[in-house]
């Protein structure tokens, strides 16, 4: 904080190096956790931004028992999406660096301190983190809503730091995903600088576990990956032009469903709940794809 004359007045204003964006919807039973993880970090000159994209249960009113200046909460008047949400809070922010968290993790203590090291020392556009899902030695099963980032290269928006000034040149995010506007970002990001990957940087996912509903819905994130291979040529996500070739295989040979009890992907009850829909996900998420092709006009199988 520092004094601005301005004619014969004296102003407050805020200056801070680095902005935390956390974009949060009915994260109740995961966001005191995460909130204390913030701000119990070893570097403590930021300011938090928590965009509320109108929860309907009681994330507002723990956010709001926080009784922290670093926290800058806003609750949409509409549901705006998550990049549109994203893209709110970076209007918003003040910092020089802009770090990117959800509600449902928790970040390691010193989560800043070790991404900004990396943007002095090794000269890159951002940061990239290990993402883990509930621990290390976590071994997810089916009806695990797995996010999880070991190795580098996925950049997601749960542990990924960037200079905003970077941000505010390729326009933050593409407000026409649903799903993977964080490559999308990184992808456009990358042209002006490499992302580094620096494993210390650490942050655990809390375990999330899916309802058949959930489950089946997730297929149409497959819609935004042919966008993805449309503006960017990504590779990653295919083999050949061929997209979860082994999900294709299955739809071909049904019976090869069951191969998962083979293979520990069914443990719990809720694994086991979802064995049913396993065969109508992989067809609805084949005609999501294809119908995106033609949409997109791509030819990927």
Request: glycine letters at 6%; a positive charge.
């Amino acid at each position: 904080m520092e004094l601005v004359a301005r004619g014969s007045e004296y102003l407050i204003e805020f200056k801070t190096t680095v902005s935390i964006v956390m974009c949060v919807r009915n994260v109740e039973k995961f966001i005191d956790d995460c909130l204390r993880s913030i701000l119990n970090q070893t570097f403590n000159d930021f300011e938090l931004l928590v965009i509320d994209d109108l929860s309907n249960d009681q994330t507002r009113q723990k956010i709001e028992m926080f009784n922290d200046k670093r926290i800058r909460f806003y609750r949409n008047e509409e549901w705006l999406g998550i990049a549109k949400s994203r893209n709110k809070a970076l209007n918003l922010a003040r910092g020089e660096y802009v770090f990117f968290t959800d509600g449902d993790c928790v970040l390691t203590r010193n989560w800043i301190k070790i991404g900004l090291g990396n943007f002095k020392d090794r000269n890159c556009v951002g940061v990239e983190g290990k993402t883990c899902y509930v621990s290390e030695e976590y071994r997810p099963t089916r009806s695990d809503a797995v996010t999880e980032n070991k190795k580098g290269g996925k950049f997601m928006t749960c542990n990924i730091a960037y200079k905003k000034s970077v941000l505010e040149k390729i326009g933050g995010f593409d407000e026409r995903f649903v799903y993977f506007d964080d490559r999308d970002l990184a992808l456009r990001a990358q042209k002006f600088g490499r992302i580094c990957f620096n494993p210390e940087m650490m942050v655990f996912h809390r375990q999330i576990t899916l309802s058949p509903g959930q489950f089946v819905k997730h297929c149409r994130r497959i819609r935004d990956q042919v966008y993805l291979y449309k503006k960017f040529k990504d590779k990653s996500l295919f083999m050949w032009r061929i997209i979860s070739p082994l999900n294709l295989i299955v739809i071909m040979f049904p019976p090869l469903v069951f191969g998962g009890l083979l293979h520990g992907t069914y443990k719990k009850k809720a694994d086991f709940a979802l064995l049913p829909f396993v065969y109508v996900r992989y067809i609805c998420e084949r005609l999501n794809f294809w119908d995106m092709c033609i949409k997109e006009r791509v030819f990927l199988i």
